[in-house]
Each structure stands twice: as structure tokens, then as C-alpha cells.
């Protein structure tokens, strides 16, 4: 496998995980305003990725895959809210532990990773395309 082949799967498998970093990014975002159904229970956990690499023994290189979707064990916000059906007695509702500004930043971060690893796709096209013209 040529340099050029391998630099192009890492950068596949680079956007294969900022994929899935998004649809989890996603579904936090989608579920930020969740609560709980009664006072005891909990509302939505948010959820973080990590990553790790991983060897390709087939081709002897290095490609990240995405090691963990797991939730965030910080603690729940709390909103008072006494008319609310799952408010404590003190008249308070846990809500997700879910930041939308972080979320975002999360979500800008994965989409310029997803953009950098398609850069080095398409500057492996063209330098491929580039060496095929020099050898005719």
C-alpha cells in the first residue's frame, strides 16, 4: 500500500469518528430541554466520545476509531420549577447536565476535523491524479 492509499484511509477512518462524534453531539443537543418524568427519576445523561487508535495489522497503519460513547458523570442542573411533575419537594427539577455553548464548541471542533481530514483526502487525489500525468 503506497503512502498516498494509507494517508487516505487514516484520514477516512478520521472522518468515520468525527461522524459519530456529531450524531452523539446531535442527540445531546436534541435532548438539552428533557427532564424527568417523575421526582425520582433522572432527566437525559449527557454523553461524551473518546477516541483511540488502533492498528490496521492488514495495512500496518494507525487509524483512529471512536473507543467509548459514555455518559458524563457530572451533575444535573436543577431548576425551580414546583408545578412541574417531577419537581422535588422543594419544588426543584433536575435537568440534563447539558451546556448548549459547550455543545456547540464540541460541535464546531468535530466539524473542522471532519474538514481537515477531507482536505488531506482531496490533496491525496490530486497529488495521485498529479504523479499518474507525469508518468504518461
Known amino acids: 500500500m503506497d503512502e498516498l492509499s494509507k494517508s487516505t484511509q487514516i484520514a477516512i477512518s478520521g472522518m ?6 456529531l450524531r452523539v453531539i446531535s442527540e445531546n443537543m436534541a435532548n438539552a430541554d428533557s427532564t424527568a418524568q417523575s421526582p425520582e427519576g433522572q432527566p437525559y445523561r449527557r454523553k461524551v466520545v473518546t477516541f483511540k487508535n488502533e492498528l490496521d495489522r492488514s ?21 425551580y420549577d414546583p408545578k412541574h411533575p417531577a419537581a422535588d419537594r422543594e419544588g426543584y427539577v433536575l435537568t440534563p447536565n447539558i451546556n448548549p455553548l459547550i455543545e456547540m464548541m464540541d460541535m464546531r471542533e468535530a466539524q473542522r476535523s471532519y474538514e481537515a481530514n477531507m482536505n488531506v483526502i482531496n490533496t491525496s487525489r490530486t497529488l495521485l491524479s498529479r504523479t499518474v500525468e507525469m508518468l504518461r
Open 59 to 79: 495495512t500496518g497503519i494507525n487509524k483512529v476509531k471512536v473507543d467509548k460513547v459514555q455518559g458524563d458523570s457530572s451533575d444535573f442542573q436543577r431548576r
Open 16 to 21: 468515520k469518528a468525527q461522524s459519530q462524534r
